[in-house]
């Protein structure tokens, strides 16, 4: 079971086809599609869905702010032909249009890069664009020595490529994908760099807003981490989910299908499927 990764319709690099062939191989039976503020993905296979290697799940990953935080809401098992839930994204792509803009000025006018909008028109080819495609952009520009440095050198926040999130609410995501039949899930919630008081505050949040469940396993987490998420999820009643975040194949950490089963003291959030 997979329950979080991405194609090429956001920051990843299979198409939805060879994404499904690729977890067809690692085993995984069960798959959602969870690209960044887009369903395209899931929409170039909904027609032939039964015709998979595997069973596929709707899937989507909305970028919202909490705090100031930008804070990834998964929303899954939703009506990808939900007219309001299309709309939604339509908004979530031109707000990542409106970012870029910004971004694309941050890198002429703060990196010297020549030919921005030509170079990441070009890296992400029509799909939904993400600070990943700017991040290969400062990389191939030899600005940074690698992806990760991209980030934590200048596109992270405070850093002098650094963009103000305009993201909607995450009570608005999880409104938008329950009225589409879908469940929100909290995604990677120790990615953050949240105390453990706002953690609890906002897994509290997000139970409040008709949030249904919260990845417990993923890449890198903590066993102690997991277990604190659980307890939290608990006393919200909150299901669990998982999922790798794979986006590419040299992305040895997070191999596509490849996340640890979930702990069987927490309830699988797909019995709500
Ligand atoms: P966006 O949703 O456009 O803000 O882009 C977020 C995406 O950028 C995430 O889903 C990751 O794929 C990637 N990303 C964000 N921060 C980092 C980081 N520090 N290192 C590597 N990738 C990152
Ligand atoms: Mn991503
Ligand atoms: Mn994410
Ligand atoms: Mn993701």
């Not at 690209?35 to 395209?40: E, L, M, R």
């Not at 839930?85 to 803009?101: H, S, T, V």
């Not at 120790?190 to 953690?199: E, P």
């Amino acid at each position: 079971m997979d329950f979080h990764c991405h194609t090429r319709y956001s920051d990843g690099s299979l198409s939805p086809e060879q994404v499904v062939t690729t977890a067809s191989t690692n085993g995984v039976k069960t798959l959602a599609i969870t690209d960044h503020d887009t369903i395209d993905g899931v929409l170039s296979l909904w027609p032939k869905r039964k015709q998979l290697a595997v069973e596929l799940i709707a899937g989507v990953e909305i970028s919202t702010q909490w705090q100031g935080k930008d804070i990834h809401i998964v929303g899954l098992n939703f009506d990808p032909y939900s007219k309001p839930l299309q709309q939604f994204l339509i908004d979530q792509q031109q707000l990542r249009e409106q970012r870029a803009q910004v971004l694309m000025e941050k890198l002429h006018h703060r990196l010297g890069i020549e030919q921005v909008e030509l170079k990441i028109k070009r890296l992400a080819q029509g799909s939904s664009i993400c600070r990943s495609h700017f991040a290969s952009l400062i990389v191939n520009e030899g600005k940074a020595s690698c992806f990760s440095k991209a980030f934590s050198k200048f596109l992270a926040k405070g850093k002098i490529c650094s963009v103000k999130s305009q993201w909607p609410s995450v009570e608005l995501a999880v409104a938008q994908i329950k009225q589409a039949g879908g469940v929100a899930v909290l995604a990677h919630s120790t990615r953050y760099k949240l105390s453990n008081s706002r953690t609890y505050q906002l897994l509290k949040d997000f139970s409040e807003v008709g949030g249904a469940g919260v990845e417990v396993s993923y890449p890198a987490i903590k066993a102690q981490d997991q277990r604190r998420l659980i307890r939290i999820a608990h006393e919200f009643k909150l299901m669990g989910s998982l999922g790798s975040d794979f986006h590419h194949l040299s992305q040895t950490w997070a191999n596509l299908g490849q996340v640890a089963p979930l702990p069987a003291d927490i309830k699988p959030i797909w019995e709500l499927f």
